[in-house]
C-alpha cells in the first residue's frame, strides 16, 4: 500500500539500536580522554592495602571525607599486621569524621585480621576473595582491582549510574547490571580508565543537582538535549 512504512524485524531493529549506543560510548570515551587523560582514583594510598581501606572508608563519603582522615589512620596503622592488632574502638577515633565510623571500624578491623589470617598480611588480587573480606562488595573488589593490579572492570557508583542513565548506555538500575552494560560497550584495555574518568565526569561537571549543560561536550548525546 502506497505510503505504508516497510516492517523492519525486531532483530534488525535492535542492531541498529546496538549500533547507535555504541556509537555514542565511543564519543563518550573520546571526551573523557580529552578532559580526563590521567584519570585515576581520588582515594590518597601507596599501596594495595591503604586503597583497600580507603575504598572501604569511602561507601556513603566522600573521597575528600576519607583523605582527611587517613594520613593519620595509616601512620598509626601501616599494614594488616598492624591494623588486626587493633580494636575497633581504638580505631574509631582516627575515622569519626566518616559516615557511619562505628560500623566501618568493625569492618577494617575484622577485615585486616582475615588478611593476616588467611592471605599473609597481602591483599589477594583475586574478585572472590576480596568480596569474602568485611565491609567489601563487588564495586570495592572491582575498584581495587583495577586500581591496585590493573585488572580490568567498570566499578559503578551514583556518578555512574547517573552518567550511563543521562547517557543511554544503560537502562538498568543494579550496579552490577549496569557495569556489565559498559564492559560491553567500551574496550577491555580502557575499563579501569572509564570508570575513573566517568567519576570525575559526574563529580565535577554532569553533577546530580546543577550540571554544566552550558559547556558540556556531550551534551548532544544526552536526553536532556532531547535528541534521544
Same mark, same amino acid.
Given at each position: 500500500?502506497?505510503?505504508?512504512?516497510?516492517?523492519?524485524?525486531?532483530?534488525? +531493529?535492535?542492531?541498529?539500536?546496538? +549500533?547507535?549506543?555504541?556509537?555514542?560510548?565511543?564519543?563518550?570515551?573520546?571526551?573523557?580522554?580529552?578532559?580526563?587523560?590521567?584519570?585515576?582514583?581520588?582515594?590518597?594510598?601507596?599501596?594495595?592495602?591503604?586503597? *583497600?581501606?580507603?575504598?572501604?572508608?569511602?561507601?556513603?563519603?566522600?573521597?575528600?571525607?576519607?583523605?582527611?582522615?587517613?594520613?593519620?589512620?595509616? %601512620?598509626?596503622?601501616?599494614?594488616?599486621?598492624?591494623?588486626?592488632? %587493633?580494636?575497633?574502638?581504638?580505631?574509631?577515633?582516627?575515622?569519626?569524621?566518616?559516615?557511619?565510623?562505628?560500623?566501618?571500624?568493625?569492618?577494617?578491623?575484622?577485615?585486616?585480621?582475615?588478611?593476616?589470617?588467611?592471605?599473609?598480611?597481602?591483599?589477594?588480587?583475586?574478585?572472590?576473595?576480596?568480596?569474602?573480606?568485611?565491609?567489601?562488595?563487588?564495586?570495592?573488589?572491582?575498584?581495587?582491582?583495577?586500581?591496585?593490579?590493573?585488572?580490568?572492570?567498570?566499578?559503578?557508583?551514583? =556518578?555512574?549510574?547517573?552518567?550511563? =542513565?543521562?547517557?543511554?548506555?544503560?537502562?538498568?538500575?543494579?550496579?552490577?547490571?549496569?557495569?556489565?552494560?559498559?564492559?560491553? *560497550?567500551?574496550?577491555?584495555?580502557?575499563?579501569?580508565?572509564? =570508570? =575513573?574518568? *566517568?567519576?570525575?565526569?559526574?563529580?565535577?561537571?554532569?553533577? %546530580?543537582?546543577?550540571?554544566?549543560?552550558?559547556?558540556?561536550?556531550?551534551?548532544?548525546?544526552?536526553?536532556?538535549?532531547?535528541?534521544?
Amino acid at each position: 500500500m502506497a505510503g505504508t512504512k516497510p516492517r523492519v524485524a525486531r532483530g534488525q +531493529r535492535q542492531r541498529a539500536s546496538w +549500533r547507535i549506543i555504541k556509537k555514542r560510548a565511543l564519543r563518550v570515551l573520546e571526551v573523557m580522554e580529552v578532559l580526563y587523560p590521567q584519570a585515576a582514583t581520588e582515594l590518597f594510598h601507596r599501596n594495595p592495602f591503604e586503597l *583497600l581501606i580507603a575504598t572501604v572508608l569511602s561507601a556513603q563519603a566522600t573521597d575528600a571525607s576519607v583523605n582527611r582522615a587517613t594520613p593519620a589512620l595509616f %601512620a598509626r596503622y601501616p599494614n594488616a599486621q598492624a591494623l588486626a592488632q %587493633a580494636t575497633p574502638e581504638e580505631v574509631e577515633p582516627y575515622i569519626k569524621t566518616i559516615g557511619l565510623y562505628r560500623s566501618k571500624a568493625r569492618n577494617i578491623v575484622q577485615l585486616a585480621r582475615q588478611l593476616v589470617e588467611k592471605h599473609g598480611g597481602q591483599v589477594p588480587a583475586d574478585k572472590a576473595q576480596l568480596q569474602a573480606l568485611p565491609g567489601v562488595g563487588w564495586k570495592t573488589a572491582t575498584v581495587v582491582l583495577g586500581a591496585a593490579f590493573g585488572i580490568p572492570g567498570i566499578a559503578v557508583d551514583t =556518578h555512574l549510574t547517573r552518567l550511563a =542513565h543521562r547517557l543511554g548506555l544503560s537502562q538498568e538500575k543494579n550496579p552490577e547490571k549496569i557495569g556489565a552494560d559498559l564492559e560491553k *560497550l567500551f574496550p577491555r584495555d580502557k575499563w579501569v580508565f572509564v =570508570h =575513573h574518568a *566517568l567519576i570525575l565526569f559526574g563529580r565535577y561537571r554532569c553533577t %546530580a543537582r546543577k550540571p554544566r549543560c552550558q559547556d558540556c561536550p556531550l551534551y548532544t548525546e544526552c536526553r536532556s538535549q532531547g535528541a534521544w
